[in-house]
């Protein structure tokens, strides 16, 4: 009888458990921000923004030392090829909002550009513009690569294709009379782009990342570098053709050792889909201007201070979704 007994109580404590987890689950919504490569700048970024729009259930109320997220709401940040790879993501579903360069999600959603021939993301919405990218082409100090120019016949790192340094790197050579078959491209990515850096097995390497980017940070720390100058009449010719880009420098000291550079820069900005929920992107975007939120964009990383909500709609070509427009406009940013 008593063994009758403990499996009664067993089946009862187990459909009781499964219940109380349904029902939690219930008060929980996910969502994740696709972002880049770990050693990149939209990973730490895409996970300080995760942090500031979460507040799980039983976290301590707003104001009194807890989350001034969304209620419920569990926000991650999700490693990616970058870029295109997220503005795809976004469009089939794999991925509730993600990073992108103004750049790409504009060719993406026009299908223009780059993206000439292929089917216009006419879903892809705006949420934020987040931080100026600047391109990176790094080299080592005694490379004698001084210039784009002198990329001709070197090993280059071009980044994955998926990436928005890809699509820069190429837009960059075409600027300067070259293309990828004018040099020895590989496709590798954060630490093992630097890593081949720094072992000799490429010449250089793009990124195109907010400053400072930890990979070159750390590569910097180890071997003599040089940041190689994006300008004079290519740069010209990319910031006249194309209205993202614009002539920019990373200043002095941003890399060890490393003088001013003048590079171009494109916007770092946060898309979503049209599909998903207008109250819960309002709050999302709500959630990422709150003064609580500062305070962890001030200290998460070097670029959180830049992002701003005086900067929140600077270079936006991409629609907003429905539930950030209501917000801007609610803040006076939007009339």
Known sequence: MFKNLFKTFAVVLLLSGSFVGKAISNDLTFFTIGTGGTAYTYYPVGGMIANAISKPPGSRECGKGGSCGVDGLIASAVSSRGSVDNVNAIISGLRNSGFAQSDVAYWAYTGTGTMEGK??????RTIAALFEEHIHLVTLKDSGINSVKDLKGKRVSLDEPGSGTYVDALLILEANGMSEKDVKAEA???????????NKKVDAIFVVAGFPTGAIVELASSVAIKLVPID??????????????????IPAGTYENVSTTSTVAVGAQWFTSAKEDETLIYNITKALWNKESRKLMDVGHAKGKTI???TALSGVGVPLH???????KEAGLLK
């Open 119 to 124: 089917e216009p993301a006419k879903d892809l």
């Open 188 to 198: 590798l990515k954060g630490n093992a782009a630097t890593d081949a850096l720094r």
């Open 232 to 249: 004079g009449a290519g740069a010209k010719k990319l910031t006249d053709k194309y209205g993202f880009f614009s002539q920019s420098d």
């Open 308 to 310: 701003t909500p005086d």
């Open 322 to 328: 429905p539930g950030a427009e209501k917000f801007y």
